[in-house]
């Protein structure tokens, strides 16, 4: 099962959407990989392709929240370091025992989880600032 793309989601930002529309694009790619139990050099090769996306786009958000000096950082960037990490920990149970439905199932909660209380929140609150500010 994928998450879907909602309007709940714009941030009504262009490029802070277009991101977190391939964000999501990848985020589903991935779990259904994990599900399905595609080898591990695969599953690895996609996580980089992942982490890699994350990264930059977490630079574009954080980017511009220095240059508005938006108030907001702190928890924001707290939420940033949870994927950040989660990502790490998912290549770890990957290595250490492979595809397993399991795994798969907690990937989807952690990722999903994240994405709709992000992107469906701090997110929302940086867009706005973005648009009143820049
Ligand atoms: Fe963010
Ligand atoms: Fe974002």
């Known amino acids: 099962m994928s ?7 714009e941030t009504g930002i262009k490029s802070i959407d277009r991101q977190h529309m391939e ?9 259904d990989a994990v599900a399905v139990g595609a080898d591990s050099h695969h599953l690895n090769e996609m996580l980089d392709f992942l982490n890699t996306y994350v ?29 950040t990490s989660a990502i790490i920990r998912f290549r770890n149970d ?7 439905p399991e795994l798969a199932d907690e990937i989807r909660a ?19 600032f973005i648009s009143e500010n820049d």
């Open 3 to 9: 998450l879907e793309w909602t309007e709940s989601f």
């Open 23 to 31: 964000l999501l694009t990848k985020i589903n790619r991935f779990i």
């Open 55 to 83: 990264t930059g786009h977490f630079a574009h958000e954080e980017d511009q929240m220095k240059q508005l000096l938006y108030p907001g950082s702190g928890p924001h960037l707290t939420d940033h370091e949870v994927l």
């Open 110 to 128: 952690v990722l999903c989880d994240w994405y709709i209380t992000h992107v469906g929140g701090e997110d929302q609150r940086l867009g706005a």
């Open 94 to 100: 990957l290595l250490a025992r492979g595809p397993y």
